[in-house]
Antibody, heavy 119, light 110 residues
Framework: QVQLVQSGAEVKKPGASVKVSCKASGYTFTSYDINWVRQATGQGLEWMGWMNPNSGNAGYAQKFQGRVTMTGNTSISTAYMEVSSLTSEDTAVYYC????????????WGRGTLVTVSS | QSVLTQPPSASGTPGQRVTISCSGSYSNIGSNSVNWYRQLPGTAPKLLIYVVNQRPSGVPDRFSGSKSGTSASLAISGLQSDDEAKYFCATWDDSLKGMVFGGGTTVTVL
């Protein structure tokens, strides 16, 4: 079965960077894009971007361009999402997700990684 | 401020039908298919409806989706207590070149 296992919670200081991992299993990692979505406590879902593990290409939401980098390591079927110049507004749960048949219907989700930004 | 507009809450009694609206524009709902997600507190979202009206395996047919112009709707028929959750609509936006979500609708079973 398809599984996406994310790294554990992180606490960072303002201005720092954080890198969250998402290890995929149960399917061919290079066949599907990985999307990243975040959710601040009590708030809605916010799409951050996508990464194609086969080509390495990535696309980012305008809000995050220049501050977010999405990469993958095909040898270990793991996707990464790094956010730099963190502020308190980046405190959120970060999810990786995969489409049902590719595309934007996100059928498989990781459990989420809580990133807390606090001085 | 979300690109897609949903009512913050909806409610009904057991057995009733509840409908949640999702309003957008030509560049998103008007041009692309809509997905619906359900989220319970402390858990990841779950895909409920994809490509407007398709249900993933395991989702009961009490859940249905539709789209007309720049709006979409999710209907829950035969409302049950375990339908209490937050529901989000989502689609691709051609102008923003990204996925956009509604703000979410919390469904309460009275």
């Amino acid at each position: 079965q398809v599984q996406l296992v994310q790294s554990g919670a992180e606490v960072k200081k303002p201005g720092a960077s954080v890198k969250v991992s998402c290890k995929a299993s149960g399917y061919t990692f290079t066949s599907y894009d990985i999307n990243w979505v975040r959710q601040a406590t009590g708030q809605g879902l916010e799409w951050m971007g996508w990464m194609n593990p086969n080509s390495g290409n990535a696309g980012y939401a305008q809000k995050f361009q220049g501050r977010v980098t999405m990469t993958g390591n095909t040898s270990i079927s793991t996707a990464y999402m790094e956010v730099s110049s963190l502020t308190s507004e980046d405190t959120a749960v970060y999810y990786c997700a995969r489409g049902l048949y590719g595309g934007n219907s996100l059928a498989y989700w990781g459990r989420g990684t809580l990133v807390t930004v606090s001085s | 401020q979300s690109v897609l507009t949903q009512p913050p809450s909806a409610s009904g009694t057991p057995g009733q039908r509840v409908t949640i609206s999702c309003s957008g524009s030509y560049s998103n709902i008007g041009s692309n298919s809509v997905n619906w997600y359900r989220q319970l507190p402390g858990t990841a979202p779950k895909l409920l409806i994809y490509v407007v009206n398709q249900r993933p395996s395991g989702v009961p047919d009490r859940f249905s989706g539709s789209k007309s112009g720049t709006s979409a709707s999710l209907a829950i028929s035969g409302l049950q207590s375990d339908d209490e959750a937050k529901y989000f609509c989502a689609t691709w936006d051609d102008s923003l070149k990204g996925m956009v979500f509604g703000g979410g609708t919390t469904v309460t079973v009275l």
